[in-house]
């Protein structure tokens, strides 16, 4: 779990008066810091970066100016510099601190604990510092190490709310929970309400799975009018880690209208994108960054981000490359294209080029060799390049050092589950041999009760639920995915029950609404749709994104009434937001007005050209309505390609080709929707209706596969009314 530190703060504070205490209040380094922390770093950066012309030296000018950096958002830029002063000056502390943090927040952890044990000798009596380094350990799960250094950061003036919550949630990952209540309520009870308070009390309450606790307590710690920016980060990272888009959305929104720097808006806007799988979104991000500022590094490193969550396999290769060759123009370090390296390779060697990405993880086979990430993807690679002996050696080279470790063996089994691989006898035998040396391991749980899920044994799947029940009894995330194992096992009933009594605990996490909605679909019990909407506009009144999920359902039932009066609402929460207002068009059409409908859709696609919500239901109004077919697909295409990989909308796509009458394509995507989703009725149906229509040979096998794996409904009397006819 990644987090951005409390101890941040106050160490920024300290080491902010410390390096500028020589100055005059009228040096041009005093008033660029000055222009900092007001938000005007643009003008910051220009004075800095002449200061430091005229003296490169100057660790002080060189943090001063990453710091205009960053808070442009422009964090890896803004590590290049911090970087360059740890090299260069090993005593100039607050270099350490920022690097540590942005480190922590890419995800390299270890390179982040190096440093800020390295800050905790520099300042030696720091408290601050010492909690850094706790949070860290318990970044890397290092519950009991954290808890020591708590304890020495106590007795040196750390405060005692924020020692006993870190001592909390180290005591609920090492799974006391009755221990670790006890500690956070005495916190609790203090009557603190310092955004420091609030900060590590949301880490706590994360920790136990209480996710929408959390984000109520994470954003308590903004109440200031102009918060920290390391609150300000944090919070922002958290919504992001838990799915809470439409919360995180609203922030982006609140900085730009309290005119943070628009690079800064437009970096945490690539960053909602890429962590909703939203590509074509992260890309207009991007494009709209590089108008703002000139070619630098951060842009670089989300390119190939974007390119990940695309699956673009050739520009995943062309972005890595373009970092490394930017990297080689410029004055960077040594030591910084190694934590470069580190960035650019798993990614580029998990998503791209096969081949290609074993060259990728030799770029970090020197001091990060024996990590679990470059190890285990260097097994899988050879799999998946066709090197199975050297795969089936690796492996086992793998289990004889590491099987009496969790985490590598969750790795192993993970590669396992990949049917072209080892298989899935050996992934159960990796998996109990992980949930026997640590019970309450969560990953190698979850992804046991997937592989069944992916095997279709739903019943093995369900016994894990009763075999490690303490899961579900502490952790409403584990809760949740029983829902949808039960739901798989027609168990529908029982499912809602466990569904309702936990959502509420993640509830603005659409994905899990989301996925109850693709799983009841799939199993039958599309008609008890409703049911789901209702409770999600409930407990999430204030949430245009889960509005819109209700509305959509309540259009597909064509309750038009329920449709307008959910996109009213949602229209008054977020009267810019496109969805509302495609929805309300649509609810027109539903009450019968098509020609205002068309009116109005024509209008919004006008005003939001690239909405793929506007296309999606542009397009079916059209096709329903026999206006413009040719309209209508090239605009349900287009969504698709807004929304990517999006189950929906590929069905949406097919379902708008055959209502054009372009069969062939609609067969097209069906079989693509197959490959991804081969245990899913809808495709084949789509494929063998279509393909009726042009008297292909695999009509019977396609709808038979749909009927085999649980049609229901109309679709399963038109299917079987269509194989009488072969």
């Given at each position: 779990m990644k987090r951005l530190h409390l101890a941040a703060s106050v160490l920024l504070l300290v080491f902010v008066v410390a390096c500028?205490?020589?100055?005059?209040?009228?040096?041009?380094v005093k008033k660029a810091q000055n222009e900092i922390d007001q938000h005007r770093v643009v003008l910051a950066q220009k004075e800095l970066e002449k200061?430091?012309?005229?003296?490169?030296?100057?660790?002080?000018?060189?943090?001063?100016?990453?710091?205009?950096?960053?808070?442009?958002?422009?964090?890896?830029?803004?590590?290049?510099?911090?970087?360059?002063?740890?090299?260069?000056?090993?005593?100039f502390s607050p270099a350490f601190e920022s690097a540590a943090r942005i480190l922590n927040r890419i995800g390299d952890d270890m390179e982040?604990?190096?440093?800020?044990?390295?800050?905790?000798d520099l300042l030696n009596e720091d408290p601050w510092a010492r909690l850094l380094v706790a949070r860290l350990h318990l970044d890397l799960d290092h519950s009991g190490r954290a808890r020591a250094i708590i304890d020495t950061a106590q007795t040196l003036g750390l405060?005692?709310?924020?020692?006993?919550?870190?001592?909390?949630?180290?005591?609920?990952?090492?799974?006391?929970?009755?221990?670790?209540?006890?500690?956070?309520?005495?916190?609790?009870?203090?009557?603190?309400?310092?955004?420091?308070?609030?900060?590590?009390?949301?880490?706590?309450?994360?920790?136990?799975?209480?996710?929408?606790?959390?984000?109520?307590?994470?954003?308590?710690?903004?109440?200031?009018?102009?918060?920290?920016?390391?609150?300000?980060?944090?919070?922002?990272?958290?919504?992001?880690?838990?799915?809470?888009?439409?919360?995180?959305?609203?922030?982006?929104?609140?900085?730009?209208?309290?005119?943070?720097?628009?690079?800064?808006?437009s970096v945490l806007q690539i960053q909602l994108q890429i962590a909703a799988d939203e590509d074509a979104e992260a890309e207009a991000a991007i494009a709209k960054l590089s108008t703002q500022v000139s070619l630098n590094l951060t842009r670089l490193v989300y390119e190939l981000l974007t390119d990940v969550i695309s699956g673009n396999l050739l520009t995943i290769q062309e972005s890595a490359a373009g970092i490394l060759r930017h990297m080689s123009q410029f004055d960077y370090s040594d030591e910084f294209k190694q934590i470069m390296a580190w960035q650019i390779a798993l990614p580029t060697a998990r998503y791209g080029e096969q081949v290609d990405g074993l060259d990728y993880i030799q770029l970090v086979r020197g001091q990060r060799a024996n990590m679990p990430e470059v190890r285990l993807t260097h097994t899988e690679l050879l799999f998946k390049t066709g090197?199975?002996?050297?795969?089936?050696?690796?492996?086992?080279?793998?289990?004889?050092?590491?099987?009496?470790?969790?985490?590598?063996?969750?790795?192993?089994?993970?590669?396992?589950?990949?049917?072209?691989?080892?298989?899935?006898?050996?992934?159960?035998?990796y998996y109990r041999e992980a949930l026997a040396l640590d019970e309450w391991y969560r990953p190698a749980f979850e992804g046991f009760v997937d592989l069944y899920r992916q095997e279709r044994e739903f019943d093995k799947a369900l016994s894990l639920f009763d075999e490690y029940a303490h899961f579900v009894q502490h952790y409403p995330a584990c809760a949740i995915t029983q829902s949808f194992v039960l739901t798989e096992d027609r168990q529908f009933d029982r499912a809602m029950r466990m569904f309702s009594d936990h959502?509420?605990?993640?509830?603005?996490?659409?994905?899990?609404?989301?996925?109850?909605?693709?799983?009841?679909?799939?199993?039958?019990?599309?008609?008890?749709?409703?049911?789901?909407?209702?409770?999600?506009?409930?407990?999430?009144?204030?949430?245009?994104?889960a509005l819109m999920f209700a509305a959509e359902i309540m259009a597909r039932n064509e309750d038009a009434g329920r449709v307008k009066e959910l996109a009213t609402h949602a229209a008054g929460i977020g009267p810019n937001d496109p969805e509302p207002k495609a929805m309300l068009a649509y609810a027109l059409y539903l009450e019968g007005d098509t020609e205002q409908a068309l009116t109005e859709f024509e209008q919004l696609r006008s005003e939001y050209r690239d909405n793929p919500f506007v296309m999606t239901y542009y397009s079916l109004l059209l096709a329903r309505t026999g206006q413009n077919p040719s309209l209508a697909a090239d605009m349900a295409r287009r969504a698709m390609?807004?929304?990517?990989?999006?189950?929906?909308?590929?069905?949406?796509?097919?379902?708008?080709?055959?209502?054009?009458?372009?069969?062939?394509?609609?067969?097209?995507?069906?079989?693509?929707?197959?490959?991804?989703?081969?245990?899913?009725?809808?495709?084949?149906?789509?494929?063998?209706?279509?393909?009726?229509?042009?008297?292909?040979d695999d009509v019977s096998e396609n709808l038979n596969k749909s009927i085999e794996l649980g049609l229901y409904g109309e679709r399963l009397e038109e299917a079987r009314q269509l194989l009488t006819k072969i």
């Amino acid at each position: 779990m990644k987090r951005l530190h409390l101890a941040a703060s106050v160490l920024l504070l300290v080491f902010v008066v410390a390096c500028s205490s020589s100055d005059s209040p009228e040096s041009p380094v005093k008033k660029a810091q000055n222009e900092i922390d007001q938000h005007r770093v643009v003008l910051a950066q220009k004075e800095l970066e002449k200061e430091l012309e005229k003296d490169p030296e100057s660790s002080e000018i060189r943090y001063q100016l990453a710091r205009s950096i960053e808070k442009q958002g422009l964090i890896y830029d803004a590590l290049h510099q911090y970087i360059h002063i740890n090299t260069k000056d090993p005593l100039f502390s607050p270099a350490f601190e920022s690097a540590a943090r942005i480190l922590n927040r890419i995800g390299d952890d270890m390179e982040a604990l190096d440093r800020a044990h390295f800050l905790a000798d520099l300042l030696n009596e720091d408290p601050w510092a010492r909690l850094l380094v706790a949070r860290l350990h318990l970044d890397l799960d290092h519950s009991g190490r954290a808890r020591a250094i708590i304890d020495t950061a106590q007795t040196l003036g750390l405060l005692e709310v924020v020692a006993d919550l870190v001592r909390a949630e180290a005591l609920a990952r090492d799974h006391k929970f009755d221990s670790a209540r006890q500690i956070a309520d005495r916190a609790i009870a203090s009557g603190d309400n310092s955004p420091w308070f609030y900060r590590q009390a949301a880490d706590y309450v994360e920790s136990v799975g209480l996710v929408d606790s959390a984000v109520v307590l994470s954003q308590r710690s903004l109440a200031e009018d102009d918060p920290q920016d390391v609150f300000l980060n944090d919070h922002f990272q958290r919504l992001l880690r838990v799915n809470y888009f439409w919360d995180a959305e609203q922030l982006i929104d609140s900085l730009a209208a309290a005119n943070r720097p628009p690079t800064l808006i437009s970096v945490l806007q690539i960053q909602l994108q890429i962590a909703a799988d939203e590509d074509a979104e992260a890309e207009a991000a991007i494009a709209k960054l590089s108008t703002q500022v000139s070619l630098n590094l951060t842009r670089l490193v989300y390119e190939l981000l974007t390119d990940v969550i695309s699956g673009n396999l050739l520009t995943i290769q062309e972005s890595a490359a373009g970092i490394l060759r930017h990297m080689s123009q410029f004055d960077y370090s040594d030591e910084f294209k190694q934590i470069m390296a580190w960035q650019i390779a798993l990614p580029t060697a998990r998503y791209g080029e096969q081949v290609d990405g074993l060259d990728y993880i030799q770029l970090v086979r020197g001091q990060r060799a024996n990590m679990p990430e470059v190890r285990l993807t260097h097994t899988e690679l050879l799999f998946k390049t066709g090197q199975f002996e050297e795969g089936f050696k690796q492996l086992a080279t793998l289990h004889r050092f590491h099987q009496r470790e969790p985490v590598w063996l969750t790795g192993m089994a993970e590669i396992g589950k990949r049917r072209d691989t080892v298989g899935t006898d050996r992934a159960i035998e990796y998996y109990r041999e992980a949930l026997a040396l640590d019970e309450w391991y969560r990953p190698a749980f979850e992804g046991f009760v997937d592989l069944y899920r992916q095997e279709r044994e739903f019943d093995k799947a369900l016994s894990l639920f009763d075999e490690y029940a303490h899961f579900v009894q502490h952790y409403p995330a584990c809760a949740i995915t029983q829902s949808f194992v039960l739901t798989e096992d027609r168990q529908f009933d029982r499912a809602m029950r466990m569904f309702s009594d936990h959502i509420p605990h993640l509830r603005e996490d659409m994905t899990r609404w989301r996925e109850m909605q693709f799983v009841m679909q799939q199993y039958g019990y599309e008609m008890r749709w409703p049911r789901l909407a209702e409770m999600a506009a409930e407990l999430n009144a204030d949430n245009v994104e889960a509005l819109m999920f209700a509305a959509e359902i309540m259009a597909r039932n064509e309750d038009a009434g329920r449709v307008k009066e959910l996109a009213t609402h949602a229209a008054g929460i977020g009267p810019n937001d496109p969805e509302p207002k495609a929805m309300l068009a649509y609810a027109l059409y539903l009450e019968g007005d098509t020609e205002q409908a068309l009116t109005e859709f024509e209008q919004l696609r006008s005003e939001y050209r690239d909405n793929p919500f506007v296309m999606t239901y542009y397009s079916l109004l059209l096709a329903r309505t026999g206006q413009n077919p040719s309209l209508a697909a090239d605009m349900a295409r287009r969504a698709m390609f807004g929304y990517e990989s999006d189950f929906r909308s590929r069905m949406h796509l097919c379902r708008i080709y055959y209502m054009t009458g372009r069969f062939d394509l609609c067969i097209g995507e069906a079989r693509k929707a197959i490959s991804q989703y081969r245990n899913h009725f809808l495709p084949y149906f789509w494929a063998g209706k279509a393909g009726a229509k042009l008297h292909r040979d695999d009509v019977s096998e396609n709808l038979n596969k749909s009927i085999e794996l649980g049609l229901y409904g109309e679709r399963l009397e038109e299917a079987r009314q269509l194989l009488t006819k072969i």
